[in-house]
């Protein structure tokens, strides 16, 4: 087994209010080995993009508080100083934002965005840097790469402008790349087009990839292993295939059934997750948080329960009994109505 590129454990990320303690990240540990696609998925706040932010340094609030320890290549990215990071980010470290139109300046071109990522990293002149950027739209598949070079992000759609961005993140080979629903802002055709994009880079660039989502189509095409995430704390993790075909924790059911079948019977309405998500700042966290949720919920849902491996690699954080676990998913994933 080869060492683990990215190594979380006991991540915690905190925000002090005016009311009281937010609780973003609640205790998530996991790992990332080179060459992995690890999907990190669940609900809008359910801390992924948080956890991932506070990784790389990017959490500037001074109310906020981080604890745990985030090891890169066996250094804790937590304990770095401002220029130690600096030069991890971007570099050994990249990243691809939700939405690529405030992630690129409006007043700057494509290729200055490309090149001066380059040149914060590497001592290459203006004109090299922008040969570079030529070759990273080409790789990416922007038509007529050395004239939309100097095109605004104004006048590049919606999926050229995430393009552009996966370039500028790509442009110094950065061994882990951390894409943040990269797909959201996108028509289903450009999703698609995106995923295949990415697959075909991480396998030229040899880039691990940290794919944070809410869909769970998108983790069931693109990733190695999955984790869900509720309430800022794991609910479920596994490799893809595991998680996929055999989910163990009624969350990890919830969403599952609200994907559209693609054969069978034709539903008229899909099984939904009732109730909404526990807010960050709920103060009792003394137990399982998606029990205000949970048709199945007991007394055993308290105290907080623990991440139990109940199959080789396979992880989840649900007290009902394992052997009961297939009926109860039956039950919990069965349509409401079928369509005539």
Known sequence: MSEPLLDVRDLRVSFRTRTGVVTAVDGISFTVGPGDVVGLVGESGSGKSVSMLSVLGLIDNPNCVIEGQALFKGRDLLTMSDDELRAVRGQEIAMIFQDPMTALTPVYTAGWHISEQIRAHEKVSKKAALARAVQLLDAVGIPNAADRVNSYPHEFSGGMR?????????????????????????????????????????????????????????????????????????????????????????????????????????????????????????????????????????????????????????????VLPFADRVELRRQAMTPLEVAP
Not at 184 to 201: F, G, H, N, R, Y
Not at 307 to 317: A, C, K, N, R, T
Request: glycine share 6%.
């Open 162 to 318: 995430q393009r552009v961005v996966i370039a500028m993140a790509l442009s110094c080979n950065p061994s882990l790349l951390i894409a943040d629903e990269p797909t959201t802002a996108l028509d289903v055709t450009i999703q698609a087009q995106i995923l295949e994009l990415l697959k075909s880079l991480q396998s030229e660039f040899g880039s691990s990839i940290v794919l944070i989502t809410h869909d769970m189509g998108v983790v069931s095409q693109m990733s190695d292993r999955v984790m869900v995430m509720y309430g800022g704390r794991l609910a479920e993790a596994g490799p893809r295939r595991e998680v996929m075909r055999n989910p163990l924790h009624p969350y990890t059911w919830g969403l599952m059934a609200s994907i559209p079948p693609t054969d069978g019977t034709r539903v008229a309405r899909l099984a939904a997750i009732p109730g909404a998500p526990i807010s960050p700042g709920d103060p009792d966290r003394d137990h399982c948080l998606f029990s205000a949720r949970c048709r199945f919920v007991s007394d055993a849902c308290r105290p907080q329960p623990e991440l139990v491996e109940h199959i080789p690699g396979h992880f989840d954080s649900c």
